[in-house]
T-cell receptor, first 111, second 114 residues
Framework: SQTIHQWPATLVQPVGSPLSLECTVEGTSNPNLYWYRQAAGRGLQLLFYSVGIGQISSEVPQNLSASRPQDRQFILSSKKLLLSDSGFYLC??????????FGPGTRLLVL | GENVEQHPSTLSVQEGDSAVIKCTYSDSASNYFPWYKQELGKRPQLIIDIRSNVGEKKDQRIAVTLNKTAKHFSLHITETQPEDSAVYFCAASLRGGSQGNLIFGKGTKLSVKP
């Protein structure tokens, strides 16, 4: 069966510091991968999606970037965090145009 | 592009009553409609989905109906229990599209009072 992992689970970072969040999927090949952000009490904002290694599409301009160095690895990064980057970051995978399955999420607090 | 609207934003019911959440979508080409449940502090989890070749689907106390003509779909929860309390998100997708992106509604916070 398929499993999706995210780490770290929680993170507290100062403004201006770099960020790296990692997501990995097991038990499938060539999944579509997604990064979402959810502000407290709010909906799901799609940040990036990827249909293959090295293929990244951005939905919203921001100071975040994403990379997919391996088929089942998706990384979300920032060079300098802003206060507004705080939120719950969710990675999701999809077996090619089917439903999306979410990872456990990373709760990020920028101070 | 697709736009999904979800109503109501909050819903409070007594235990044992039914709850209905409605979503409308704008792109008539959308053909896949999942529903997710998100408990406080946890990830959204798929609870039921429906494809456009089906008008209704049931899974125990949960059902989803789809009206393609009117471009709306609804989640029905019967005999609600306190553990049904959560935020529910609907979504729409063009299955078979190049990205398979889901367009989410803004969510409905359901509270079930014992």
């Amino acid at each position: 069966s398929q499993t999706i992992h995210q780490w770290p689970a929680t993170l507290v970072q100062p403004v201006g510091s770099p960020l790296s969040l990692e997501c990995t999927v097991e038990g499938t090949s060539n999944p579509n991968l997604y990064w979402y952000r959810q502000a407290a009490g709010r909906g799901l904002q799609l940040l990036f999606y990827s249909v293959g290694i090295g293929q990244i599409s951005s939905e919203v301009p921001q100071n975040l970037s994403a990379s997919r160095p391996q088929d089942r690895q998706f990384i979300l990064s920032s060079k300098k965090l802003l206060l507004s980057d705080s939120g719950f970051y969710l990675c999701a995978w999809s077996p090619l145009t089917e439903t999306q399955y979410f990872g456990p999420g990373t709760r990020l607090l920028v101070l | 592009g697709e736009n999904v609207e979800q109503h109501p934003s909050t819903l409070s019911v007594q235990e044992g009553d039914s709850a209905v959440i409605k979503c409308t979508y704008s792109d008539s080409a959308s053909n896949y409609f999942p529903w997710y449940k998100q408990e406080l502090g946890k990830r959204p989890q798929l609870i039921i989905d429906i494809r456009s070749n089906v008008g209704e689907k049931k899974d125990q106390r949960i059902a989803v109906t789809l009206n393609k003509t009117a471009k709306h779909f609804s989640l029905h929860i019967t005999e609600t229990q306190p553990e049904d309390s959560a935020v529910y998100f609907c979504a729409a997708s063009l299955r078979g599209g190049s990205q398979g992106n889901l367009i989410f509604g803004k969510g409905t916070k359901l509270s079930v009072k014992p």
